[in-house]
């Protein structure tokens, strides 16, 4: 649970309390680890197995094995997250959901202007190279080319793989998938951010209600006995 310390000359905190359910965790975790390592089973197929680059790409898998658990910090340290999310991203030849989930929990805990601006850009940049990465590599290699390909198609069916579409075409396209990927993190953080901002405001006017209940409570009773006082 995020503190509440800061605050900026309004009411409204710039740390945001969210709750962190366990099962949201392990569902967010396994679907980053499975799509960053099929994109990198992917980038791997244009490389000999006696390569270097080829043994780069097998620790790429294999950390992709472990990756989605970087999300787990997400509650205490979403800054520290979305930064390393986005590192990795750029560094390793994963798919960009990984920095995604993890924008989608900073903008969430964060209700600052100017971190909210700096997060959605660097999402956005790191989603763009990560989709259009993949889009510009050979057709075997590329997801992107895969959703074109004619089916029954490709060096598994021991032919040439037949695209239904040209390359700026589907490099377009995974502009575009990149943009909605970035509309959606960013909306979903924006709305789980409004929630929790409610879900405060009602807390504290609550607990306002109680103390002035309790408050009136302690003068009426006060004041009978008083008046018992005098009656006696």
């Given at each position: 649970?995020?503190?509440?310390s800061?605050?900026?000359n309004?009411?409204?905190?710039?740390?945001?309390?969210?709750?962190?359910?366990?099962?949201?965790?392990?569902?967010?975790?396994?679907?980053?680890?499975?799509m960053?390592?099929?994109?990198t089973?992917?980038?791997?197929?244009?490389?000999?197995?006696?390569s270097?680059?080829y043994?780069?790409m097998?620790?790429c898998?294999?950390?992709?094995?472990?990756?989605?658990?970087?999300?787990?910090?997400?509650?205490?340290?979403?800054r520290a997250?979305?930064?390393?999310?986005?590192?990795?991203?750029?560094?390793?030849?994963y798919?960009?959901?990984?920095a995604?989930?993890?924008?989608?929990?900073?903008?969430a805990?964060?209700?600052?202007?100017?971190?909210?601006v700096?997060?959605?850009?660097?999402g956005?940049?790191?989603?763009l190279?990560?989709q259009v990465?993949?889009?510009?590599?050979?057709?075997e290699?590329?997801?992107?080319?895969?959703?074109?390909?004619k089916?029954?198609?490709?060096?598994?069916?021991g032919?040439d793989?037949?695209?239904?579409?040209?390359e700026r075409?589907?490099?377009?396209?995974?502009?575009?998938?990149?943009?909605?990927e970035?509309a959606i993190?960013?909306?979903a953080?924006l709305?789980?951010?409004?929630?929790?901002l409610?879900?405060?405001a009602?807390?504290k006017?609550?607990?306002r209600?109680?103390?002035?209940?309790?408050?009136n409570?302690d003068?009426?009773?006060?004041a009978?006995?008083?008046n018992?006082?005098?009656?006696?």
């Amino acid at each position: 649970m995020v503190g509440m310390s800061e605050t900026t000359n309004s009411p409204t905190p710039i740390e945001v309390p969210v709750r962190t359910r366990g099962w949201q965790s392990m569902v967010m975790v396994v679907c980053a680890g499975f799509m960053c390592l099929a994109q990198t089973a992917f980038a791997a197929q244009r490389f000999g197995q006696d390569s270097a680059v080829y043994v780069w790409m097998v620790f790429c898998m294999l950390v992709a094995f472990a990756i989605g658990f970087l999300l787990l910090a997400r509650s205490r340290y979403p800054r520290a997250t979305f930064v390393a999310a986005c590192v990795v991203v750029l560094v390793f030849p994963y798919d960009p959901i990984l920095a995604l989930m993890a924008l989608t929990a900073l903008l969430a805990r964060r209700n600052d202007m100017k971190t909210t601006v700096r997060a959605i850009v660097a999402g956005g940049f790191v989603t763009l190279a990560a989709q259009v990465r993949d889009a510009l590599r050979p057709p075997e290699a590329s997801i992107w080319h895969m959703v074109f390909a004619k089916p029954d198609t490709g060096s598994q069916y021991g032919t040439d793989l037949i695209m239904l579409a040209d390359e700026r075409t589907i490099v377009v396209t995974a502009v575009v998938a990149a943009l909605l990927e970035l509309a959606i993190a960013t909306l979903a953080g924006l709305h789980i951010r409004s929630r929790a901002l409610a879900s405060l405001a009602t807390a504290k006017a609550d607990a306002r209600m109680r103390r002035w209940l309790n408050s009136n409570r302690d003068r009426q009773s006060a004041a009978g006995r008083r008046n018992r006082g005098r009656s006696a």
